[in-house]
């Protein structure tokens, strides 16, 4: 079963009064991406998180965002970055010396600096916390499964009867080739007949180049390969979640063949039959760019 990279996944997470969402939002992309949104007081969730997610999802572009209505409820505290502030002051010393002012930094101009003040949560027990916050993220990446599996098994669905158009053309193409072959050989007879009318014509020499000139009009092998990317593409749909790359690939081969095929076309009917083929192909390929 094929899983989509389009989701959505909620949890609610609740400790000691203390009420939060977790949200996490799944896009396409060609790599894992994670963007993170929550308190800054909570920034060592994303430490815990980062790594749980990599475990899980391959590709995507998620955005989890940990939501606190009532941030006040963290009771939060102002805590001193102590080395960052002695460095403001090391900066502001030589900052004096070079300009003559020894006056120096104010402690409330140092407490406005950047960073030099934190608000930390204060929670009784921040390892409980934090551990009830990932196990909201684990059930709201559930979620997010339980929808991107739903979204895969529907891309399932379309693509397989997409490839059973494939099938169709490819058959059209298989039985309307022989009999085109025929006339097309006949028709090649009789022109090179008429227009040598008075010269002798070695008949095994023209058979011999007839031969050689069906051979390379011949599709029988394109058409074997084609059927055997069909298959191949319907058992990966099967038995690999995190097919998109691979399926990816075998769309690249079955492009390739519908170019050879068209190529070798001699008939309007088999030109246009390649058409539908490469049509097909590329509604295939757009939905592929959102499997993971």
């Known amino acids: ?41 909570l920034a060592e969730f994303e430490d ?13 572009k998620l955005q989890i965002s940990l939501n606190l209505p009532n941030e006040g409820s963290l009771n939060a505290i102002p805590v001193l970055n102590q080395e960052l502030a002695e460095a403001y002051v090391a900066i502001g010393r ?10 120096g930094l104010s402690i409330a101009d140092l407490l ?32 997010l499964d339980e929808m ?3 979204e895969g098994q529907h891309l399932e669905e379309a693509m397989s ?26 028709r090649l007879r009789n022109k090179i007949q008429s227009n040598l009318s008075e010269i002798d014509v070695d008949e095994r020499r023209l058979e011999q180049e007839m031969v050689i000139w069906v051979d390379k009009l011949d599709i029988s092998e394109e058409l074997v390969r084609f059927k055997t990317h069909i298959h191949h593409f319907r058992q990966i749909m099967q038995n690999d979640a ?19 095929i068209g190529s070798k076309s001699y008939s ?25």
């Open 1 to 41: 079963m094929l899983m989509s990279m389009t989701g959505f996944g909620k949890a609610e997470v609740k400790h000691a009064g203390i009420d939060l969402t977790i949200e996490v939002r799944s896009v396409n992309s060609r790599f894992l991406e994670l963007n993170f949104r929550q308190p800054r007081m």
């Open 48 to 60: 815990l998180a980062r790594p749980i997610i990599q475990n899980r999802i391959p590709r995507g």
């Open 94 to 103: 030589t900052a004096g010396e070079l300009t003559g002012n020894d006056s």
């Open 112 to 143: 406005q600096l950047p960073d030099v003040i934190h608000f930390e949560p204060k929670i009784p027990d921040q390892d409980a916390f934090f551990k009830d916050c990932i196990d909201g993220l684990n059930r709201a990446l559930d979620k």
């Open 148 to 150: 991107r599996s739903v």
């Open 161 to 186: 009867r997409q490839l059973d158009n494939l099938e169709q053309l490819l058959t059209k193409i298989g039985n309307g080739f022989e009999p085109r072959v025929d006339e097309a050989v006949e």
């Open 242 to 260: 995190s097919a998109g790359r691979r399926l990816n690939f075998l769309l690249q081969e079955m492009n390739r063949e519908a170019n050879t």
């Open 268 to 292: 309007s009917d088999i030109a246009h039959a390649v058409v539908e083929l490469k049509s097909e192909v590329e509604k295939i390929r757009e939905q592929i760019q959102n499997i993971q």
